[in-house]
């Protein structure tokens, strides 16, 4: 993985950890949620080799936008419960872009694929905002953003995905446990979990951006990037959810 996809990425992390030490936490955890989905969208859809980047494009920021606005309103406490409608939503409009395409439209089930893909994945910016209400939004924020460190730090290596894969979230989970002796006012439970959760997302991602070539271009970069902080929000969320977080 390209050090170019790492130094993005900490740059909407440090976007991200900012917001969480705001005052009214998930309205600011929702403008950074909305600024890396805005890269997300844009930079997707070429990525993927889409034939009307920008109609995509306007799907998926249309659906990203959707899914911030319910997760902001559907409080207290903030969610992300009504992802799944906007998921549905979205998917029904990329469908509809290409029927309107017309018949004699190629590479439509490529373009279809990569709206799919990229509604699915730039929803899951919602966990932030969802996070952004908890008490412990910084501390989580840390933790996982010290796994995205340790494994982005392995991933820029040459060493094969068969190395990365099991050892990067090893080390993040790691790194995450050892975190929690500082005043975070977590378990080392909850760190090895928010870490290890890091760094399987960037093992995952930097293994299919690696067999795929994706990173050769600035759209595969920000791509990249950004898909990696969008996964981990959700799944930052749903983590602390069965942690018994509230």
Known sequence: MRIKVLICGLLAAALLLVAAGLPFAPWAMAGAAVIVQVLFAVSWPRLTGAQTPWLITSVILLSALGATAA???????????????????????????????GASAKHRLTTVVSGVAGVTIAVQGVGWVALGDHRAVLSVTILSLLGLVAAGALSITRLPDRVVLPVSPVLAGAL???????????????????????????????????????????????????????????????????????
């Open 71 to 101: 997760g902001l309103v559907s409080g207290p406490p903030v969610t992300n419960r009504h992802s799944v409608e906007v998921i549905a939503c979205g998917l029904l409009l990329v469908f509809i872009t290409q029927v309107f395409r």
């Open 176 to 246: 995450g446990a050892a975190a929690t002796a500082l005043p975070l006012g977590l378990d080392w439970v909850h760190g090895l979990i928010f870490g290890a959760l890091g760094g399987l997302v960037v093992a995952v991602v930097r293994a299919l951006s690696l067999t795929s070539k994706a990173v050769r271009s600035l759209s595969g970069v920000l791509a990249v990037a950004s898909c990696m902080l969008l996964l981990t929000g959700s799944l930052n969320w749903y983590a602390l959810q069965l942690l018994g977080g509230s």
